[in-house]
């Protein structure tokens, strides 16, 4: 099973940055990283996946606004939002998917208030 470790969630103004990241615990040639955010009340939604060779997948909702990147190990994936509006709260969720298997992190909190 892969471990991802989460950091870079907290509090921001609306308008304002944050900047998350996640690593894998190993290593595979071919996997999908992204993020998922659940909002109190809501379903877990897509935020932005990465494949392995760089294509990207972005929700409409953060499109223009949210950035996703991959270092060159393929172990670590970072989301740039920058924007941010009130309804971007949530706790966000890293998640990495390969051939044989889902993992996901423990959650880090995003709160966009004034």
């Known amino acids: 099973q892969v471990q991802l470790v989460e950091s870079g969630g907290g509090l921001v103004q609306p308008g304002g940055s944050l900047r998350l990241s996640c690593t894998a615990s190993?290593?595979?040639?071919?996997?999908?990283m992204g993020w998922y955010r659940q909002a109190p009340g809501k379903e877990r939604e897509l935020v932005a996946t990465?494949?392995?060779?760089?294509?990207?997948n972005y929700a409409d909702s953060v499109k223009g606004r949210f950035t996703i990147s991959r270092d060159n190990a393929k172990t670590t994936v970072h989301l740039q939002m920058s924007s941010l509006k009130p309804e971007d709260t949530a706790v966000y969720y890293c998640?990495?998917?390969?051939?044989?298997?889902?993992?996901w992190g423990q959650g880090t909190q995003v709160t966009v208030s004034s």
């Open positions: 998640n990495h998917r390969y051939v044989a298997g889902t993992s």
């Open positions: 990465i494949t392995s060779t760089g294509n990207t």
């Open positions: 190993r290593f595979f040639a071919i996997s999908t």
